[in-house]
């Protein structure tokens, strides 16, 4: 079988029917590129790397699902193969290189190729995620990244990136409240922003319906190891619950007052 689109091999979804109106999404929580791909013709050292996935990102956001008691919604796949968090007509939703590597297993894709690909790991994905969203009555979608240090040779000095597209109710409300929270350098729309492409997902699934909405970025260094992931996972549950509740959102009584 050349490609599977079920959905259950592409797409995780933890506590679905958790009642929280918290959406957590992980885009890049997987390094796999199936079999059928044969490693994309990528070295050992890539294929893990951070090319090919978020490192510590599903741990932070698995922990939070449990924190928070709210769904999980995950890509299983390397996004090298599909990234989630591109729409199909990206180039870069199946990259021909990324950073210092070339990727040979995405030269040279037909429109037919490309397509399958969406079809197989991005459309089973959206549907998924649309499908958790509309179960909930006022949800807020939050999306769990990771970065890494040094990019291109450029070491990064942003320790967190709160990230928005057109909407920036929910990153106004995480800024203002993380003097309360952490020490760590925190900045908006950095160490990228929605001029990179990288709001794909909550420009689809949150800004137009209004829901609220942010993107984590953690840079990867500060959840390297269990117990980091983990005390990670419990300052964002924490700062995302206040950073709610000065909106007039409980998660304890799911109220819309937004
Ligand atoms: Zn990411």
Request: proline letters at 6%; glycine letters at 4%; aromatic letters at 6%.
């Amino acid at each position: 079988m050349a490609h599977s689109n079920q959905i259950e091999n592409v797409v995780q979804i933890t506590r679905g029917d958790a009642a929280s109106p918290v959406v957590l999404v992980c885009e890049h929580a997987s390094h796999l590129i199936p079999d059928e791909f044969d490693n994309l013709g990528l070295p050992e050292a890539a294929k893990r790397s951070h090319i090919a996935w978020d490192p510590g990102a599903h741990e932070v956001a698995s922990h939070m699902s449990q924190h928070l008691q709210a769904v999980l919604v995950e890509s299983k796949i390397s996004r090298l193969v599909y990234d989630c968090n591109r729409p199909p007509e990206a180039p870069d939703a199946m990259p021909a290189r990324s950073e210092a590597f070339a990727i040979p297993g995405n030269e040279g894709l037909t429109k037919q190729d490309r397509a399958q690909r969406a079809q197989a790991f991005y459309d089973p994905f959206r549907r998924s995620l649309a499908t958790q969203i509309n179960a909930r009555k006022c949800p807020v979608i939050i999306t769990i990244h990771s970065f890494t240090p040094v990019y291109n040779g450029t070491v990064r000095d942003v320790e967190i990136g709160i990230l928005q597209d057109d909407d920036g109710r929910l990153a106004d409300a995480f800024l203002n409240a993380a003097p309360r929270h952490t020490d760590l350098r925190v900045q908006r729309n950095a160490p990228y922003g929605p001029e990179h492409g990288v709001t794909h997902t909550l420009k689809t699934h949150a800004v137009p319906q209004r829901h609220l909405n942010v993107m984590i970025e953690i840079r990867n260094d500060l959840i390297a190891t269990e117990s980091a992931q983990l005390e990670m996972a419990t300052l964002f549950s924490r700062w995302a619950v206040d950073a709610l509740a000065t909106l007039g959102v409980s998660l304890e009584h799911t109220s819309c007052k937004v």
